[in-house]
């Protein structure tokens, strides 16, 4: 773990929620099947991007310049938007989630990953994207990635 990462582990997740916000997102990816709870989550990011509107914005850097003072303003980490042929990649960095013992608590992770398909989706519909197309975790070696479109092929 590097320096960067210590300062936002300890930063991110205040010491009174960390036990909490682990213990619920633990619980509820234990307790209901995986898309019951997706759904659930993806719902919650849904609510949340209604009460934190972006406005619309004619170009990828403006629209990542609205996502990241949203972002800012919650201390939420920040984003970075590339285009690909088939796929919007959303590169989601910093996000407050708990740590224990210098390590992401794991349902923590993928919990509040699916909060941020529900954000992102809802901030691109509103965008003028297509209702059905989802944005999904596509991997969290570096931040969370997520991919708005067409899921690339893998070789």
Request: net charge negative; aromatic share 8%.
């Amino acid at each position: 773990m590097t320096e960067h990462d210590t300062y936002f582990s300890s930063r991110h997740c205040h010491p009174q929620w960390r036990h909490l916000l682990s213990a619920l997102f633990d619980g509820l990816l234990n307790s209901v099947p995986e898309q019951e709870a997706r759904s659930f989550l993806r719902q919650v990011g849904a609510n949340m991007a209604l009460s934190l509107p972006l406005g619309a914005h004619d170009t990828l850097d403006a629209l990542e310049g609205a996502i990241n003072k949203r972002w800012s303003e919650l201390d939420w980490g920040q984003a970075k938007l590339r285009s690909h042929d088939d796929y919007l990649a959303i590169h989601h960095y910093h996000c407050p989630v708990p740590h224990q013992q210098g390590r992401m608590v794991e349902a923590a992770q993928k919990s509040l990953a699916m909060v941020l398909e529900g954000v992102y989706g809802s901030w691109l519909l509103a965008q003028g994207g297509e209702p059905d197309v989802t944005v999904r975790l596509a991997d969290t070696q570096d931040g969370l990635v997520l991919h708005y479109g067409k899921e690339p092929a893998h070789d």
